[in-house]
């Protein structure tokens, strides 16, 4: 479980997978702050990580990334830890279509593809 401090590669992410869900790398994303932690078995413990580092909570979202898929099924949008009412997210995706913007920018960033 870390913090991204330096961009890694698709086959960095696919190398961490085998560690864990064999096709699925879970991350956290913080959109304030442009953080990226990834590898974990549950989303939550990235945002616990996070939020130990300095991050507000309604800034992480949870996602998934799939390093053998290409395109736009390569991100998915889907954690429990997404589920906020009182932000007006009431599923487990990223229902503003701001902020999931917000999230492919940063993870464009730190993932090179």
Not at 14 to 24: D, E, R, Y
Not at 53 to 79: A, C, K, M, R, T
């Amino acid at each position: 479980m870390k913090i991204l401090d330096t961009a890694i590669t698709v086959n960095e992410l696919k190398q961490l997978a085998q560690n864990t869900f064999g096709n699925l790398i879970k991350a956290v994303v913080d959109i304030d702050r442009g953080l990226v932690a990834v590898d974990a078995e549950l989303h939550s413990d990235l945002e616990a990580l996070l939020l130990e580092q300095g991050s507000e909570q309604n800034s992480l979202w949870g996602i998934n990334f799939y390093p053998e898929v290409e395109g736009d099924d390569f991100l998915e949008f889907d954690s429990m830890i997404n589920m906020r009412p009182s932000q007006g997210n009431k599923s487990r995706g990223v229902d503003s279509a701001e902020i999931r913007g917000k999230i492919i920018e940063i993870v464009n960033k730190w993932i090179k593809r």
